[in-house]
């Protein structure tokens, strides 16, 4: 089991990615402890080709810990073979549980290393580079959940056994089971189906509405929007998003949409869904940060850029998922 390419692959990366930025870490204690822009002796001077070379090593790293997500996705469903019962990647995942924690786990750390990849780019193009500080003080928290993403795919792929009989999606999510998934299976379709698209509309509207009007409390909107929306488009997903795209009144599985029976559907559009949110969350972000004159200018030129990375992403996902409720053969609600 743990020799399959894709899990070989994972852990390599995981490995690789925590050592690396660990040992950014402890070299950005050391720059921020001594650091001082207004010097230009040898020793600033050092700790600034430091500071350059550290940031676009951990770029790159992080880059990986971004899309190692859609690599995990796969590697779970091309694996669900191997056990009895198990139908899609639901199945492995049941298989050991501790896989649920690895999904949550790389959730954040996609939205956490997508933000410090975006300030990282924004701070270099800033002749004083302002967050130099704020940047390296958060990669102990990033080297802590690699850490821990780390551990958990050991133990998750290490406790993966082919005889072990797994459940599979439609006993997980099924109406009316006593888990937290039987009960978003359950929630009233009808009723989510109206605070989705409502909730939708109204970030798509502050989204044009940030790129009409350069004031501040727009973004905050657009970023607390956006907090809101993901969950709630996750629960969309469970709660009727899925029943149109497999056809079917009782199957609320978000995984089988990643399958070649469904065209891999699910892939662009959890893209767009995780893509989507994250440009809508930097607007505020930026705007929180940019104190500085340079800082304003450098947010600024990019932040029509996320907006509308923004609106194409998420407009992608709501395509997706309106496409086979509007002109699909299948009706939940019958007229």
């Excluded at 199945?91 to 954040?108: E, F, H, S």
């Excluded at 929630?187 to 004031?215: D, H, M, Q």
């Amino acid at each position: 089991m743990i020799l399959h390419p894709g899990i070989l692959a994972l852990l390599l990366g995981a490995f690789i990615s925590f050592v690396l930025v660990l040992f950014a870490a402890f070299a950005g204690v050391k720059i921020m402890v001594r650091r001082d822009a207004s010097s230009s002796s040898a020793e600033q001077l050092l700790l600034e080709r430091k500071t350059y070379l550290i940031s676009t090593v951990v770029g790159l790293v992080l880059c990986f810990s971004i899309f190692s997500g859609l690599l995990f996705l796969y590697t779970i469903d091309d694996i669900h073979s191997l056990f009895i019962g198990a139908m899609c990647a639901t199945g492995t995942l049941n298989a050991n549980p501790i896989g649920w924690n690895v999904l949550l786990i790389k959730g954040i750390i996609f939205f956490l290393a997508s933000l410090w990849v975006i300030i990282n780019s924004i701070d270099q193009h800033c002749e004083d580079t302002p967050l130099v500080k704020q940047k390296y003080a958060a990669l102990p928290i990033i080297a802590f959940l690699l850490a821990v993403d780390f551990v958990l795919q050991i133990w998750f792929f290490s406790g993966l056994h082919p005889e072990r009989i797994t459940s599979c999606c439609g006993s997980l999510f099924a109406a009316g089971s006593r888990t937290v998934a039987g009960e978003l299976a359950s929630l009233p379709p009808e009723k989510i189906i109206w605070i989705f698209y409502l909730a939708a509309c109204s970030w798509l509207s502050t989204v044009l509405l940030c790129l009409g009007n350069r004031a501040g409390w727009p973004r905050l909107l657009l970023f607390l929007e956006s907090l809101l929306l993901l969950p709630l488009s996750l629960i969309s997903v469970i709660s009727f998003i899925s029943l149109y795209v497999y056809q079917m009144p009782s199957h609320h599985c978000p995984f089988d949409m990643i399958q070649k029976n469904y065209s891999f559907i699910g892939y662009p559009l959890y893209i767009g869904l995780f893509v989507g949110i994250l440009f809508g969350l930097v607007p505020g972000i930026g705007r929180v940060l940019g104190k500085t004159t340079s800082l304003k200018r450098e947010t600024a030129k990019r932040e029509r850029k996320w907006l509308l990375l923004a609106f194409v992403f998420f407009s992608l996902f709501l395509v997706l998922s309106s496409w086979p409720i509007l002109f699909g053969k299948f009706q939940l609600f019958p007229q």
